[in-house]
């Protein structure tokens, strides 16, 4: 795990005992013989790649997921050994990289297999095939392509394909009728690839919320994301999901400046908020470059376990709050989070935000540092801007 200098106020943290509880609600959903793929793409939902892959490995998942090859090949730097697939499309240019680095490839176009092997020049690369049955994004959509797929395979030694996976389009709405759609396509081209003597070691179709909806009927492994960060694929999903989940990230900061105000005066760019007398301002050092957006004006933080209303705009680095009672320079200000009985959830800054909670830990920049927690300690921080 990282342990990176910081200098600055505001920081977010990441209870790594939460991913670890998260990924057992999973394990224990599942039966037993189905392994977990983590999704650490988007530097795990803004939680920190590293960690968050190293936690999720020590609680049990078998496999790493991310989104680009970088992602992956930054994984392989920071020393982790585990099995990582790139879900993604990969330039079939950097299939050699991939395979020398031990990095797994979704594949699922003809073309791509053959310029690939045009440059692997003799070593073995570890893909998985992805089917499209209805997310129309990624995949392999007819039988004919199949086809031809399949055929190339033949006598190809080193394409070893150790995987076959589809995504749902709709896991985390209420109405199963097209996860069924789905997963019936899914089984046909399945059947087919295994009558051509196709047959992957890992078959995985759900992601979080599929792994809630039918966790025995979607293959021996599923790609856990959003909830082994403790959050709810949807609100629908919360109220089917038959386990708890805690989530990880939290995000803090300090008052730099405190002031008392006199009647009428003016707070921040467009001088858009004026005072009224007597009342107590308090600045804090975050602001939209950081991801702390301007349209979470409207919002409010905590401090001192009390609501203390966002004033006037946002600034890039920065912004003020109202503070309910004369505070001191210093004190400690929660943007999402508890403090005493005042909770504010990544799903309340969502709906705020009329946006799902998959975007806000991810649009928390590379300024705010990470610090992870376990079991109460800290154990690390990830600082991209300052490295070492
Ligand atoms: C991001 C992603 C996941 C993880 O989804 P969650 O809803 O976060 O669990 C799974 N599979 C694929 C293909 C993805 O792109």
Known sequence: MQNQPFYRETWAEINLDAIKQNIN???????????????VKANGYGHGAVATAETAIQAGASYLAVAILDEALALREEGITAPILVLGWVPPIHAKLAAEQDITLTVFQLEWLEQAEAILSGLSLAIHLKLDTGMGRLGIKEEKEAKLIVEWLRNKPLVNVEGLYTHFATADEPDNSFIEVQRN???????????????PTWIHLGNSAGAI?????IGNMIRVGISMYGLSPSQEM??????????????HSQLVHVKQMKEGEPISYGSTYHTTEGEWIGTVPIGYADGWIRKLRDGYVLVNGEQAPIVGRICMDQFMVRLPHPTTIGTHVTLIGQQGSEEITIDDIAERLETINYEIPCMIGPRVPRIFRDDGEKKGVMNTILKK
């Open 213 to 217: 909806r039918i966790p025995e009927r």
């Open 238 to 251: 919360k109220s089917v999901q038959p386990f708890n989940l805690y989530p990880a990230f939290s995000l």
């Open 25 to 39: 609600a999973y394990k224990n959903h599942v039966p037993s013989g189905v392994s977990i793929m983590a999704v």
């Open 185 to 199: 396509r899914f089984e046909e081209m399945a059947s087919y690839l295994e009558s051509e003597g196709i047959e």
